[in-house]
Nanobody
Framework: QVQLVESGGGSVRSGGSLRLSCSAS????????MAWHRQAPGKQRELVAS???????TYADAVKGRFTISRTNAGNTIYLQMNNLKPEDTAVYYC??????????WGQGTQGTVAS
C-alpha cells in the first residue's frame, strides 16, 4: 500500500499563486510516476501534470507556462507551483502515484479556489 498526503490548497484572487505539496510513503516501486489531477464541480477528473522518477514531465495544455511540477531528489515528494491562476483553475486537486505500470494510489484531495 501507498499513502499520499497533500497540502497547500487555499483561496487566491485571479493572477495569484498557490503551491501544492504531496508526500508519498509505503510500498513505492523504484520506477514510478507521480502526478497532479483536478476535478472541478460537475466535471470529470483531469490530469494536470505528471513527473516520472527520473524527472520526465508532462502538462495539460490548459496549464502549460503557468504550472510547474517538481520532485525532491529522494523522489517521494512532489510539488505543483501554480502561477497566474484563473477562476477556471478552481478545483479539488488530487495527487497520485503509479507503481510501474500497475496500481495507482490517490491522495484525499486539496481544494484550490480562484476568485475573479
Amino acid at each position: 500500500q501507498v499513502q499520499l498526503v497533500e497540502s497547500g490548497g487555499g483561496s487566491v484572487r485571479s493572477g495569484g499563486s498557490l503551491r501544492l505539496s504531496c508526500s508519498a510513503s509505503g510500498s513505492i516501486f523504484r520506477q514510478n510516476t507521480m502526478a497532479w489531477h483536478r476535478q472541478a464541480p460537475g466535471k470529470q477528473r483531469e490530469l494536470v501534470a505528471s513527473i516520472t522518477r527520473v524527472g520526465m514531465r508532462t502538462y495539460a495544455d490548459a496549464v502549460k507556462g503557468r504550472f510547474t511540477i517538481s520532485r525532491t531528489n529522494a523522489g517521494n515528494t512532489i510539488y505543483l507551483q501554480m502561477n497566474n491562476l484563473k477562476p477556471e483553475d478552481t478545483a479539488v486537486y488530487y495527487c497520485s502515484l503509479t507503481n510501474g505500470e500497475s496500481s495507482t494510489y490517490w491522495g484525499q484531495g486539496t481544494q484550490g479556489t480562484v476568485a475573479s
